[in-house]
């Protein structure tokens, strides 16, 4: 999979996303820190909206091989980009909560957020990771099987769309914790 991304492109795609969160806390300046968790997140979250609401339905109203020869770059970048980025928002997060106190007395709201980041890892490495690699696999293979590459793109699409709202939940629980609940 590296290969077809381009190994460049994979290895600033599993480190970049995995230092940050280190040199963040590291400088121990929250303002750095949270720096960090917004880029990172927002790059989450952007990456979620634009594969749940734009890429997954124009991949289903492509031809079988413009289909196969668009997702033969997408799906291996997205692969090896978005569990590091997903790890990266996470250990920011718990890296930015330690580092403004709110681990020694967590409120609700930041029990929330734990839980959903941890329901959007179980998603990410889970199901979405086993439809990605399908995909790839499909793509890869000498004789692709355009119906079980539709079906896992839909499914994936189907996914990302409960990723989508999980996210929305957890900013709605950072809201939380800003204001106190």
Do not use: C, Q
Not at 20 to 32: F, K, N, T
Not at 41 to 50: D, E, K, Q, S
């Amino acid at each position: 999979m590296a290969d077809a991304a381009s190994r460049p492109f994979a290895v600033g795609a599993i480190a970049v996303p995995l230092l940050l969160p280190v040199v963040g806390y590291l400088s121990g300046d929250v303002r750095a820190m949270f720096t960090v968790h917004l880029f990172l997140g927002a790059f989450w979250f952007g990456t979620a909206v634009l594969g749940a609401v734009v890429l997954g339905p124009v991949m289903g109203s492509l031809s079988e091989e413009a289909n196969v020869e668009f997702a033969s770059g997408f799906v291996p970048r997205m692969n090896l980009l978005m569990e590091p980025i997903s790890l990266g928002v996470v250990g920011s997060g718990i890296g930015l909560a330690s580092m403004m106190g709110l681990l020694s007395s967590p409120s609700p709201s930041l029990w929330a957020a734990l839980v959903l980041a941890a329901a959007l890892l179980v998603l990410g490495f889970g199901p979405l990771h086993a439809f990605t690699s399908g995909m790839f696999d499909e793509i890869a293979a000498d004789d692709t099987d355009h119906e079980r590459l539709a079906e896992l793109n839909e499914k994936y699409g189907m996914l990302s769309m409960v990723e989508l709202l999980l996210m929305i939940a957890i900013l709605g629980t950072m809201s939380g914790i800003r204001w106190g609940f």
